[in-house]
């Protein structure tokens, strides 16, 4: 089991865990807990099998909008020491991933969005990003993930994992990790 730490910037408690220490840096913004979260596995596994650098990042206690997210990424990437990373994050912790590439476009390497929500956040310039739908996914339909995609054509990719509802970086971890993997391993 991964160790949970608190990051306590100015008084905000910011649970995040790290795991591997490979050259791909990935940091993953977490809708759930921690412990069990949507993308526990998924992270196990880069970190495991394909060697990545990840850091999980939870949320606060209390409700908090994507900008404040954001801003606890911010303040947990610089406690742990990374320049440049990827980012990333599924449903809602996608858009704030997507903030956070936006106001720190020159800290990320690229973006990763798992179960896109329909925003008017629009994605940082430059910068790859990798988009991953479920095909049964009622909660954020592919067509936002497709729609976000041809507002940048050249640089957003999307790959499906088929069957998969809107939780299906927890029933299809292994899937959506390979996924990952084989799209960021060449970064």
């Known amino acids: 089991m991964t160790d949970i730490q608190i990051f306590e910037p100015e008084g905000r408690a910011i649970p995040y865990a790290v795991e591997g ?6 940091v993953l913004l977490i809708e759930s807990t ?14 495991e099998e394909a060697g990545f650098h990840i850091v999980r990042i939870g949320s606060r206690d209390g409700a908090q ?3 404040g ?8 990437i610089d406690h742990v020491g990374l320049d440049h990373t990827w980012i990333g994050g599924h449903g809602a912790a996608g858009t704030a991933a997507r903030v956070f590439a936006a106001s720190h476009s020159d800290r990320v390497n ?7 929500e329909e925003s008017d956040v629009a994605l940082a310039p430059l910068i790859p990003v990798l988009i991953v739908q479920g095909t049964a996914d009622d909660v954020t339909p592919a ?17 499906t994992v088929t069957g998969g509802g809107h939780d299906f970086p927890a029933t299809h971890p292994i ?4 996924i990952i993997e084989e799209y960021l391993d060449w970064d």
């Open 21 to 26: 220490d490979g050259p791909v840096g990935l």
């Open 175 to 178: 899937e959506t990790a390979v």
């Open 69 to 76: 997210r954001s801003e606890d990424a911010l303040a947990v």
């Open 143 to 159: 067509a936002n993930g497709e729609a976000l995609q041809a507002t940048a054509p050249t640089r957003a990719s999307i790959k």
């Open 110 to 116: 690229g973006l990763l969005l798992l179960s896109v």
């Open 65 to 67: 909008n994507a900008a």
């Open 34 to 47: 921690l412990e069990s979260g949507d993308l526990a596995v998924v992270a196990h596994y880069l970190a």
